[in-house]
């Protein structure tokens, strides 16, 4: 079993953006095999639409750090992690920007680079970023088209109902050939369809502390969008999945490792990340969890 770690990004641990390339030293040095971030640009006073079915959003969203410039510290001061991101965002950033900060990424890391995307929930973020929230998987899937033939084709263009991309020379390649990977967030059908169809991996989460981890809410949806694969021509066994561990701060560290530990043994996964904003406080305590956490689940 893979295991990894999100980067000190939410929270307090915000607060000690300082310490961010210390911590990727650091827990790659306990044997972490991946870092990731995630991408929340606000945390609306009187949300629309609340955080994971509440009517909220999380106090440790109050303080948030960039995406993009985490991955890049986590990629110049690490050597063998993934460097993932559960999720960005893609429908906010126009493809040639996101294509350019992915390139540059995937280069500088020498080719951790694990692109997981998704299409974001909050109605005051896309209203933030100047898009209408409506049409955003359509808005995706050009997107994800953009991407493809920025990293593929020289010269590249794009011309599509809500991306452009002019006809321009793109000869600067990511380390991984083709492209970097691309993992897909979601669960509903239409989300599903998508992974299937073009996706190379799938992004699931289970919450310890708030739900007993149930293999079923892994493997169902896996066998869909494998099946489903398998329709479009693809080959199963090539969709890949990772696991996002997203526990409460009232769940315990058995909770965590006994869901790190069935995952492995009762579903396809083999890589999972712990998500520390809301077990851990200070960065220090971030690094401690983690390693207990390897020392347990290995």
């Known amino acids: 079993m893979r295991i990894g770690f999100t980067l000190p990004q939410f929270g307090s641990m915000a607060r000690q953006a300082d310490q961010v390339a210390g911590f990727a030293r650091q827990v790659e040095g306990l044997g972490a095999d991946s870092l990731w971030v995630g991408d929340r640009l606000l945390a609306p006073v009187r949300p629309i639409v609340g955080y ?6 999380p106090e440790g969203f109050n303080r948030r750090l960039d995406p993009f410039a985490l991955m890049t510290i986590a990629a110049t001061v690490t050597e063998r992690p993934l460097i993932g991101s559960n999720v960005l965002n893609a429908t906010w950033y126009p493809p040639a920007l996101l294509e350019r900060s992915l390139t540059t990424i995937d280069l500088v890391s020498g080719g951790r680079l694990l692109a997981g995307f998704g299409v974001g929930w909050s109605p005051e973020e896309y209203q933030a970023v100047g898009l209408p929230m409506e049409k955003r998987g359509a808005r995706l899937d050009e997107s994800l088209d953009a ?3 920025l990293w593929t084709t020289d010269p590249a263009s794009y011309q599509g109902s809500y991306w452009t991309v002019p006809a321009t020379h793109a000869d600067l390649r990511p380390a991984r050939k083709p492209r970097p990977p691309i993992y897909l967030g979601g669960a509903a059908p239409a989300a599903l369809r998508r992974i299937a169809r073009r996706a190379d991996g799938w992004l699931p989460v289970a919450v310890p502390g708030a739900v007993v981890f149930d293999p079923a809410s892994v493997n169902e949806p896996l066998a869909r969008i494998r099946a489903l694969a398998e329709g479009y021509g693809r080959d199963p066994g090539a969709v890949d999945v990772v696991l996002r561990i997203n526990p409460t701060a009232t769940a315990s560290l058995d909770d965590i490792v006994a869901t790190v530990v069935r995952a492995g043994d009762e579903t396809d996964v083999d890589h ?8 851990a406080e200070e960065v220090d305590q971030a690094l401690e969890l983690a390693g207990r956490i390897l020392d347990a689940a290995r």
């Open 272 to 279: 999972v990340f712990v998500e520390l904003m809301y077990i």
């Open 52 to 57: 994971a079915g509440t009517d909220t959003i």
């Open 147 to 149: 991407l493809e033939e």
